[in-house]
C-alpha cells in the first residue's frame, strides 16, 4: 500500500509538471519541445530569489511564474506563430531551438551543478493509518488539481477561453470573426510557461534539477500528456498518477533501473489499445 501511495502522489508531481504541455498541444496542436526548460527556468530564478530574500519557494514561485509567462509570451507570438502556418515540421523544430538555446544559457549562466530547492516541509512526511505521505508531493498533486480546476474554469467560463476554443476549432474562422489568433495563441503559451515553471519549482523541492533536465522532464511530460490523451487537462491528471504508479511498483518488483522500460512499455501498450490515449481531450471542445 505504501507503494501504491507514493506512486500516486509521484504522480500528481508528474501531472502539474505536465499541464503546460497538454495545454498548449490542445490549444494549438503544438508540440512544445521547449517545455522542459520553462520548467527547469522557473526552478533556477526561484533558487535565485530564495538566495537573494529568503522565504518560502513556494510563494516565490508564483511572481518568477509571471516573468516566465512574460518571457514565453513574445517566443510565442515571434517564433512560433510565424512558422506554424508551414506545416507541422517547422514549429517543432522552432520548440527544438528554443529549447537548446534556453538550455546553453542556463549552462552558461549556472554551469552544470544541479539545484534542489528547500522548506521546512519539504521532506516532511504525514502518516495517514500508517502510511507515509510526502508532504511535498502532497502539495504537488493538490497544485496540480488546482491547476486544472481553474484552467477548465477560465477555458469554459469567460470571454479568454471562448476566444481560445475558437482559435482551437478553426483559427481562420476566428480570425474572420474579429479574434486576435495570434495573441490568444502567445497568452496561451504563457499560461503554459507560467504552469510548467510551477511545476519546475515543485519537482525542485523533491529532486536536484540541472540546466540538462528539462530534456528529461520533457520526455516525462510528454509520456503523461500521451497516455492521459493529448490536449486532455483532467486526462493528465490521470496520466500522471498512472505513471507514477506503473513507476513506483514497476521500481519495487522489477527493479528501480527498469522503471523507465516499465514506463515506456506501458505507454506502447496504451498506444495500441487507444492511440488517442486514456481520456479524450477536454480543451478543444
Known amino acids: 500500500m505504501d507503494v501504491v501511495v507514493q506512486g500516486l502522489l509521484l504522480g500528481g508531481l508528474y501531472a502539474t509538471a505536465a499541464l503546460g504541455l497538454s495545454l498548449v498541444f490542445g490549444t494549438m496542436r503544438l ?20 538566495s537573494i530574500i529568503g522565504g518560502d519557494p513556494l510563494l516565490l514561485a508564483i511572481p518568477v511564474a509571471l516573468v516566465v509567462g512574460l518571457l514565453a509570451y513574445p517566443i510565442q ?26 538550455q546553453t544559457i542556463l549552462i552558461l549562466v ?30 504537488a498533486t493538490a497544485i496540480g488539481i488546482a491547476i486544472v480546476i481553474i484552467l477548465t474554469f477560465v477555458l469554459k467560463r469567460t470571454p479568454f477561453g471562448r476566444q481560445v476554443r475558437a482559435a482551437s476549432l478553426d ?30 519549482v515543485l519537482v525542485a523541492m523533491s529532486f536536484a534539477i540541472a540546466p540538462s533536465s528539462g530534456t528529461g522532464w520533457l520526455l516525462r511530460a510528454f509520456t503523461v500528456v ?9 486526462g493528465t491528471i490521470y496520466g500522471g498518477l498512472i505513471v507514477g504508479l506503473v513507476e513506483s511498483v ?36
Not at 500521451?226 to 487537462?233: F, H, K
Open 77 to 102: 507570438r515571434y517564433i512560433f506563430t510565424p512558422v506554424m502556418a508551414q506545416g507541422e515540421e517547422a514549429p517543432i523544430t522552432a520548440a527544438f531551438g528554443v529549447g537548446l538555446a534556453i
Open 171 to 200: 483559427a481562420e474562422a476566428a480570425g474572420l470573426v474579429g479574434i486576435d489568433v495570434k495573441k490568444t495563441y502567445a497568452r496561451v503559451m504563457a499560461i503554459s510557461a507560467a504552469t510548467a515553471s510551477i511545476g519546475g
Open 250 to 285: 514497476g521500481a519495487v518488483t522489477i527493479g528501480p533501473q527498469y522503471r523507465d522500460l516499465v514506463v515506456f512499455g506501458v505507454l506502447v501498450i496504451i498506444l495500441i489499445v487507444r492511440p488517442n490515449g486514456l481520456f479524450k481531450k477536454a480543451v478543444r471542445t
Open 110 to 139: 549556472f554551469s552544470s551543478d544541479p539545484k534542489s530547492l528547500t522548506a521546512p516541509y519539504a521532506t516532511a512526511q504525514l502518516n495517514l493509518f500508517g502510511i507515509p505521505i510526502n508532504v511535498s508531493l502532497l502539495i
Open 226 to 234: 500521451v497516455i492521459g490523451g493529448l490536449g486532455s487537462l483532467p
Open 31 to 50: 508540440v512544445n519541445l521547449a517545455h522542459g526548460q520553462f520548467l527547469v527556468v522557473g526552478a533556477y530564478l526561484t533558487s535565485i530569489l530564495v
